[in-house]
């Protein structure tokens, strides 16, 4: 039996859901993930899943589409009606088309590029379940293929969202209004909830500046959307290995 989110964990969870109201209130979303189903996810990892990943599974559900495309997760199993990839499988289907996914990290999603994102959940050692942005590679754990991107899941969906919400300004009715009650809805600071092009030199520096915000204990979040994956294994291991400076 896996622990129950924390009190702030559950807080923040309860934010996200909040805001995946607002953004398609008629969404007829998969989840709802059983016991069953997360059972057998963890039998085909070998490990728990990460507690954020089950309860967003059991909450918002994989095979969701939010974003206009520029966010997924992925169902923890194969699910009638929702394609894959699949969190349980879904590491062992990427390498299999040579993409670089370290043994340490849970596949749980992707972005509208195809880049896809998981959390580092080592089998057996305690560590911190950061979220890393994996890259195609060739496997050898010097090529640098990863980029940490936040410091737990609801962090990156806090981030994502409040950068990408700006995918849908011109969505009928009322784009803008919608990105003011989603931002608002997730707290982002006044200096953040500009048009991410007039606030600084590129869309890619305002979602840089976001992620930053919604992972504090991150001293060096180094993803630059424009720069590609600059962290070895070892590199992100050493950061998920250390405590976090409070």
């Not at 504090?216 to 405590?243: F, I, M, N």
């Amino acid at each position: 039996m896996q622990p129950d989110l924390s009190p702030e964990d559950a807080e923040r969870l309860d934010r996200l859901l909040r805001v995946v109201e607002l953004l398609d209130p008629d969404a007829q979303l998969p989840g709802g993930a059983s016991d069953d189903e997360i059972d057998e996810a963890e039998r085909k990892l070998g490990r728990p899943i990460p507690a954020q990943l089950r309860e967003w599974s059991r909450t918002v559900g994989g095979g969701s589409v939010l974003l206009g495309g520029n966010l997924r997760t992925y169902a923890l199993v194969k699910t009638r009606l929702v394609p894959g990839p699949y969190v349980a499988t879904a590491r062992n289907a990427l390498r299999s088309r040579e993409w670089f996914v370290p043994e340490e990290v849970v596949p749980f999603g992707a972005d509208a590029g195809g880049d896809v994102f998981g959390i580092w959940a080592p089998r057996d050692e305690a560590a911190r379940p950061l979220v890393v942005l994996i890259g195609a590679g060739d496997g050898d754990e010097e090529v640098p293929s990863c980029a940490v991107v936040a410091e737990d899941l609801f962090a990156f969906l806090q981030a994502w969202i409040a950068h990408y919400v700006w995918a849908l300004e011109d969505a009928e009715p009322g784009g803008q209004e919608l990105i003011d009650e989603v931002q608002e809805e997730l707290e982002l600071p006044l200096d953040l909830q500009g048009v991410p092009e007039e606030m600084a030199r590129s869309a890619g520096q305002h979602l840089q500046n976001v992620l930053r915000w919604s992972s504090p204990t991150l001293d060096q979040l180094v993803y630059d959307p424009d720069k590609g994956w600059p962290l070895s294994v070892q590199d992100v291991r050493e950061q998920a290995e250390a405590l976090p400076d409070w």
